[in-house]
């Protein structure tokens, strides 16, 4: 039974609503029952006689507040139902929800997802068995209770692939006997295969197909030519015209992940692509790690970029320029024809590109260098530089690496190279072996027509074989490769023009370059050139679009990484090859979205449903509130309720709390300000471990008795520190024990503790574990103590050096025990140009105070006190033991005062030249 | 007994705030017992009054040796002849005295207990005689008498309302009441009357509690007497505020009216008012000796 928006389950209850009037007038004849009260001025009241006979009976208003609540209750068990579902029958045919569950449907997987839970509890309402199918990971239907699968939809998530026919196939295999419903949240996109499961589903039932009302979007992978960064996005549908932002991510010069540049794309009205080009400067461009459509959440609103968009730079330089000569000689021209579309190419004097620091240098033909030449090419090349070196006539006729292997060559030389197939020679010229497997070659295929007619020869060394990377097929060498530090120089044992060898002529000789990571690979890359090689993901994307690390997952074949299709076993990520990275996307370039068309015979919807909301419960509360507000006006009518005493109730009610917790704060942070600045006091931060809280107070009580016993700072009692509420400016010197279970701080708090390291304070970091396992992770209170200080803006560290103004601020020291005894105390490092000056005991060291000290020994047991000034803990054994307490509240001391009066000490050297220079 | 040991406590600190109650005696002449009171003559008591040339007839123990020494005639020592009023005093300890309209406010007989003991407390520091009315504790000095004056008060009477007690009154003493004064008005006048004959002066505080004033009632209400003799129903209790009003402004007047008559002094106390305000009144009435 419907009444405009509400239907009722139980109609007939409503019939109850006909006893209301007669429980009016019961209700109305009642008068309310009277009161005893107490009153000794009674015997005034005798004989006094009511003015009215009336008597004093229920009000109306009252009588109609017990109506409604008497009303609600028989409306509410009715069961109304507001916007019922009218079209639903309730059926009993099992109910089957079937997910596309791929990237596309990530965009609004909310939405997806609110309307799988409402289907889901609706069938629960017909107690309706269900299952839920993934066609992106399909398996067995197992057809259940729909409560069960309510508790598992919040964890699904969309996978970031499309299914592929195998895993439709895999889907229909796993299809449950008998007729069900079909419900199937569509992603927008057709796919192969989406014909099959159709046909499938309605073999067994009636099919009905939800989809939302948005395109999917992807952004096609950034291209990088004529030096403009293009970005393109795709949608399936042409629609309206749509205005995006496409926010490139990268690293920052510190480290940290932020936007990098936001691109505004425009799709025109009809358009199915729209484009934008972006000038960046090279420098920003090679920082770029990904790129993303604003506000859109799928892996195909991410684009990762890889090496493609940072250009390496290759320097090339030549030993003959025959500027005179023709161009098809030059040994430049066909590596520069190979390079030029996805490499910066330097030309110049070595010594002029040096300086620039590129990745590669060529040098073609090359046999002699200057002395300082050969130093800083060396130099280069150990620091990470890749050194290319073709031979030619110059150097098969120089002396370079003929007795002795020079140090910018692989391997020694013959003298005089070889020439085969030539006018004077017998033989063929030579043509190359297949790669072996540990050669970087690996997988290039060698076509027939490569051919070496003259070559330098490698002298036989013990070394030679490891250092061949491709040989000619009578085994002797043609790339020979040396790694020198971390970098490594690579010969080609053929000149770099055509003159020797039609290498230069052939693809070979480009894939070669690329192997060898001279240009990084361009957007022609094929899987062709990758056959062979082992691809390992770094990072790779879930459905929605984050970003994860893909820490233990196997290993890709570089034929399959670009072409095949996208899987559980082939994520869309960031694949590392070695020299090389390549990021495999979501779309790629040449990928056009197809929208899924669906028969005229299946009915498609939209996800939005005004969600049919049972009101009994609403109702039922709503009598309650009724009968609660009876109740209250019973009693003030009957004069149990002063209205002094109603009032202060409701104010009490409506007074919130906060106001006066606020104005609390106020005061309290005052009072602690005033009781942090009166005196000099210590402090300590509160970790939130009771224990530890109440040592490190009472070793900083320990510490300030010392240092009032023996010196002139006098502190008063030390304070515990609470990060987030107090300030922290007020102290000079915080004591942070670490804990691994503490809190770590919310960022306002880092922000305080940084302001606080930058404007002079000190913290000590106290690991309390002896530092067991030198200075590290390895002890959880280190792990905690490296999170904990991660955010913090601490300069570089070092093991407190021998001459360091703490050892010497007041005691002359050299161990800095507490309650345990390791040696490594961190302080900030001194700076590099610190020398020691002849005649002088310390390093000159005269500039700040050091912001943190880091150890483990945990000074404050060794410190504490009772309020008796009794030692808390022992320390150590006997005597041995008691001094090493003592050392302990010397270092202490040691510490405030290096806190309190900076570098006095370090400046107290130079006292008698200063004197000396004053005449004295 | 630890109920009269906090009362007189209590009682002690509220009269630690005042001066030594004086009573002023108006007829001492006719009063044989000693006190403090100074005649401003030569006569019994303990405070110097002069030394006087030793006269035929007085005892040789009588000569102050200490004076005598400084000159060559001996000296007798004289003090100031004293007196002591009575003041007696009837607390009501009935039923409808043992009422609190809220936990916030005392009981009326607390406050009333408190107010007499007080009283009693200062006039015992100023060298008084107290003690009740009839028979059961006549007026005596000390602070023993305050301890058994605590313990009278402890007492309590099961009637439902006090009638003011004035047998054995001793004549031309001092006297207070303190009671609600909500039974029938006419022994009341009598206990009065017949005091007044006597020559006995006094005050009459009249202990209320707020509601008693307010009447803040509303609705069906059935009001019972402390003890549960008297009952009065009534269907909408704010009805009758007004004539009850009326009718305790009546009472009121009538005992004003009576006070006056007999020279006695009137005074309304309501318990949510602090006990001081009271005390002090109580103090200056008795202080000003009836207010004739």
């Keep these: ?920 | 007994m630890t109920y009269p040991l906090t009362l007189r406590a209590r009682a002690e600190t509220e009269a630690a705030r005042f001066p030594p109650l004086l009573a002023r005696a108006e007829q001492l002449a006719g009063t044989v017992l000693l006190g403090e009171h100074g005649r401003r003559r030569a006569g019994q008591g303990d405070d110097f009054w002069q030394y006087r040339p030793v006269q035929q007839g007085d005892p040789m123990r009588m000569i102050d040796w200490r004076r005598s020494a400084r000159s060559d005639a001996q000296f007798v020592r004289e003090r100031e002849w004293q007196i002591a009023q009575s003041v007696m005093l009837w607390v009501d300890q009935a039923a409808s005295m043992r009422f609190a309209s809220d936990a916030k406010v005392p009981e009326k007989s607390d406050r009333a207990r408190l107010l007499a003991l007080a009283v009693a407390v200062l006039l015992v520091r100023g060298g008084e005689r107290v003690g009740l009315t009839g028979t059961a504790l006549p007026p005596r000095r000390g602070n023993q008498q305050l301890l058994r004056l605590a313990e009278m008060f402890a007492l309590d009477d099961a009637a439902d309302y006090g009638l003011p007690e004035s047998r054995a009154m001793i004549p031309q003493a001092r006297a207070m009441f303190v009671s609600d004064f909500l039974s029938d008005f006419a022994p009341v006048e009598a206990a009065l009357t017949k005091a007044a004959d006597r020559g006995v002066r006094g005050a009459l505080v009249q202990v209320l509690d707020p509601s008693e004033e307010a009447f803040p009632f509303q609705g069906r209400t059935i009001f019972q007497s402390m003890g549960g003799t008297l009952a009065h129903e009534t269907l909408k209790a704010g009805d009758l505020r007004g004539r009850y009003l009326e009718r305790l402004a009546a009472r009121k007047a009538a005992l004003a009216d009576l006070c006056a008559a007999t020279g006695w002094q009137y005074h309304c106390h309501h318990t949510h008012t602090s006990a001081q305000s009271a005390l002090l009144w109580i103090w200056q009435s008795l202080g000003r000796g009836g207010g004739i």
Excluded at chain 1, 263 to 285: H, K, N, W
Excluded at chain 1, 571 to 584: E, K, N, S, V
Excluded at chain 1, 819 to 832: G, I, K, L, M, T
């Design chain 1, 1 to 920: 039974m419907i009444f405009g928006p509400i239907g009722f389950a139980t109609p007939a209850l409503l019939l109850g609503l006909l006893v209301l009037p007669i429980l009016w007038l019961i209700l109305r004849a009642v008068p309310p029952a009277p009161i005893r009260r107490r009153f000794p001025a009674v015997a005034l009241l005798l004989g006094l006689k009511d003015d009215a006979s009336v008597t004093d009976r229920t009000p109306w208003w009252l009588l109609l507040l017990r109506m409604l609540a008497v009303a609600a209750v028989i409306i509410g068990l009715a069961g109304p139902v507001l916007n019922p579902q009218a079209d639903r029958q309730p059926s009993s045919q099992p109910l089957l929800l079937v997910l596309d569950g791929g990237w596309a449907g990530a965009q609004d997987w909310t939405g997806r997802a609110e309307l799988l839970d409402r289907m889901l509890a609706e069938a629960g309402r017909d107690a309706r068995s269900v299952a839920v199918l993934r066609l992106s990971t399909p398996e067995d239907v197992s057809l259940q209770s729909a409560d069960l699968w309510r508790g598992r939809v919040a964890g699904l998530s969309p996978q970031p692939w499309m299914p592929t026919p195998e895993m439709i196939d895999r889907a229909i295999a796993g299809l449950p006997d008998g007729s069900f419903e079909t419900h199937w949240f569509t992603d927008g996109l057709d796919y192969d295969g989406r014909d099959a499961m159709l046909a499938a589903l309605e073999a067994r039932g009636t099919v009905r197909v939800f989809a939302s009302g948005r395109s999917p979007l992807a952004l096609l992978p950034a291209t990088y030519r004529d030096g403009v960064l293009r970005i393109a996005v795709q949608r399936a549908e042409a629609g309206p015209a749509l205005d995006l932002t496409v926010a490139a991510h990268g690293l920052d010069p510190a480290g940290a992940s932020r936007i990098l540049a936001n691109l505004p794309i425009t799709f025109d009205a009809g358009d199915t692509v729209a484009e934008t080009e972006a000038s960046l400067p090279a420098e920003l461009r090679a920082r770029i790690t990904r790129f993303e459509i604003e506000g859109l959440r799928s892996a195909g609103a991410v684009a990762l970029s890889d090496d493609s968009l940072s250009r390496r730079e290759v320097a090339l330089i030549a030993g003959r320029e025959d500027r005179e000569g023709l161009e098809l000689l030059s040994p430049l021209h066909y590596l520069r024809q190979a390079l030029a579309p996805n490499a910066d190419l330097l030309t110049g004097a070595l010594r002029d590109v040096l300086p620039a620091n590129p990745d590669v240098i060529i040098l073609a033909d090359v046999a002699s260098l200057s002395p300082n030449e050969e130093a800083e090419l060396l130099e280069w090349t150990e620091q990470g530089g890749l050194l290319l070196r073709f031979a030619g006539p110059r150097l098969a006729a120089s002396e370079v690496s003929r007795t002795e292997e020079h140090p910018l060559m692989p391997v020694r030389l013959r003298a005089g190279g070889r020439s085969v197939g030539g006018a004077m020679s017998w033989g063929d010229p030579k043509s190359l072996a297949p790669f072996t497997e540990d050669s970087p070659f690996f997988g290039l295929t060698v076509p027939a027509d490569v051919t070496v007619s003259a070559q330098v020869m490698a002298q036989p060394d013990p070394t030679l074989a490891d250092r061949v990377i491709a040989q000619l097929t009578d085994g002797t060498p043609l790339v020979t490769r040396k790694a020198i530090g971390q970098g490594q120089v690579v010969l080609m044992h053929v000149t770099a023009n055509a003159e020797w060898s039609s290498l230069p002529l052939s693809g070979l000789f480009v894939r070669m370059l690329d192997r060898l990571a001279v240009s990084s690979l361009g957007q022609q890359t094929d899987g062709a050139e990758l056959d062979g090689t082992t691809w390992q993901p770094v990072q790779v994307l879930d459905g929605l679009g984050r970003v994860q690390d893909a820490q233990t997952m196997a290993g890709v074949n570089g034929a399959m990484l670009l072409t095949a299709a996208l899987g559980p076993e082939l994520r869309p990520g960031l694949y590392d090859g070695g020299d090389r990275r390549i990021a495999r996307n979501t779309l790629s370039a040449d990928t056009v979205m197809q929208p899924a068309d669906w028969p005229g015979r299946i009915p498609v919807e939209g996800f939005a449903r005004a969600p049919e909301t049972p009101l009994t419960g609403y109702l039922l509360a709503g009598a309650l509130l009724l009968l609660l507000g009876d109740v209250i006006a019973s009693l003030a009518l009957s004069g149990r309720l002063s209205g002094a005493k109603a009032a202060a109730v409701l104010v009490a009610a409506l007074l919130a709390l906060p106001q006066d917790s606020a104005a609390q704060q106020q005061a309290g942070n005052d009072d602690f300000a005033i009781a942090a600045t009166s005196e000099l006091r210590l402090g300590h931060i509160m970790t939130g471990d009771r224990r530890l809280d109440d040592m490190a107070l009472a070793g900083l009580r320990g510490l300030s008795e010392t240092l009032f016993f023996r010196t002139s700072v006098e502190p008063a009692e030390p304070m515990s520190v609470n990060l987030e509420t107090d300030e922290i400016g007020l102290f000079p010197f915080l004591y942070w024990p670490i804990t691994p279970d503490q809190p770590t701080p919310s960022v306002e708090a880092y922000e305080k503790l940084n302001r606080y390291l930058r404007s002079g304070g000190m913290i000590l970091f106290d690991t309390r574990d002896a530092d067991v396992a030198g200075f590290g992770t390895a002890s959880p209170n280190g792990r905690k103590l490296q999170q904990l200080a991660e955010p913090l803006d601490i300069p570089a560290l070092e093991p407190l050096p021998q001459d360091h103004v703490l050892t010497r601020t007041f005691y002359l020291l050299q161990d800095f025990p507490g309650r345990h005894n390791a040696r490594d105390v961190w302080v900030e490092a001194s700076p590099a140009d610190a020398e020691q000056v002849e005649g002088m005991p310390f390093r000159n060291l005269n500039d700040g105070v050091t912001p943190v000290v880091i150890g483990g020994n945990d000074w404050a047991a060794a410190w504490a006190k009772d309020a008796r000034g009794n030692a808390l803990l022992p320390v150590g054994r006997g005597y041995a033991g008691e001094r090493q307490r003592e050392l302990a509240y010397r270092f202490g001391v040691n510490l405030l005062m290096h806190v309190l009066t900076g570098n006095y000490k370090s400046d107290q050297v130079h006292v008698p030249a200063l004197l000396d220079r004053l005449g004295q």
